[in-house]
């Protein structure tokens, strides 16, 4: 079945570092693919998507660009803020539709100062 | 913009007893939400489907006798443990779906804060 894999956590890194965090996906057709962030006491909240092959989704200095080839959604950030601690899930799901997604296990990324 | 809460954030219950979980949406109506649950190092898992007025959509190894969904008005859905046992012990997570006009890009998924059941 479609599933979703995502980098084990956690990840810690210093303020201004560059982020990846790395997504690949399963599945059998084209899903639309995207990445939602939980910070602390909130609910998860779309961060990014990408709806087919070489789209590239962006949001808040983060992107992730949708590799069919390699199957891949990784999210990345040129330079963090400790504002940006959070777990973060990558997801896919069929349409467009928001519904009926598949996530990863989520990753959480700890920015010290 | 759109706020979903979820009611209460954490919750330890004896085993046998039942627990109910809430979701509300607060400014926007929500024909349809979502329940998800996500054991320790695992994924976030949907649950079932929750749509107002009509039976839940449970996917595949979910006990509906178990975990029983209540989708009565257009802002507001419950998920109802019963009889938890501590394998029960899990985070759960609901989201509402709200929708502007027919087309599915124009929709928008809000989520909970989730809540963290421990049974005893």
């Known amino acids: 079945g479609d599933s979703v894999t995502q980098m084990e956590g956690p990840v810690t890194l210093s303020e201004e570092a560059f982020l990846t965090i790395n997504c690949t996906y399963t599945?059998?057709?084209?899903?639309?693919l995207f990445w939602y962030v939980q910070y602390p006491g909130e609910g998860l909240q779309l961060l990014l998507k990408?709806?087919?092959?070489?789209d590239k989704g962006s949001n808040k200095g983060f992107e992730a660009t949708y590799r069919k080839e390699t199957t891949s959604f990784h999210l990345e950030k040129g330079s963090v803020q400790v504002s940006d601690s959070a777990v973060y899930f990558c997801?896919?799901?069929?349409?467009?539709?928001?519904?009926?997604?598949?996530f990863g296990k989520g990753t959480k990324l700890s920015v010290k100062p | 913009g759109a706020v979903v809460s979820q009611h209460p954030s954490r919750v330890i219950c004896k085993s046998g007893t039942s627990v109910k979980i809430e979701c509300r949406s607060l400014?926007?109506?929500?024909?349809?939400m979502f329940w998800y649950r996500q054991f320790p190092k695992q994924s976030l898992m949907l649950m079932a489907t929750s749509n107002e007025g009509s039976k839940a959509t449970y996917e595949q190894g979910v006990e509906k006798d178990k975990f029983l969904i209540n989708h009565a008005s257009l802002t507001l859905s419950t998920l109802t443990v019963t009889s938890a046992h501590p394998e029960d012990s899990s985070f759960y997570i609901c989201?509402?779906?709200?929708?502007?006009?027919?087309?599915?890009?124009?929709?928008?998924?809000?989520f909970g804060s989730g809540t963290q059941l421990s049974v005893l």
């Open positions: 997801a896919l799901n069929y349409g467009g539709s928001q519904g009926n997604l598949i």
């Open positions: 989201s509402a779906r709200r929708s502007r006009g027919a087309s599915a890009t124009n929709e928008k998924l809000f």
């Open positions: 400014d926007f109506q929500a024909t349809t």
């Open positions: 990408a709806t087919k092959a070489d």
């Open positions: 599945a059998t057709g084209y899903p639309s």
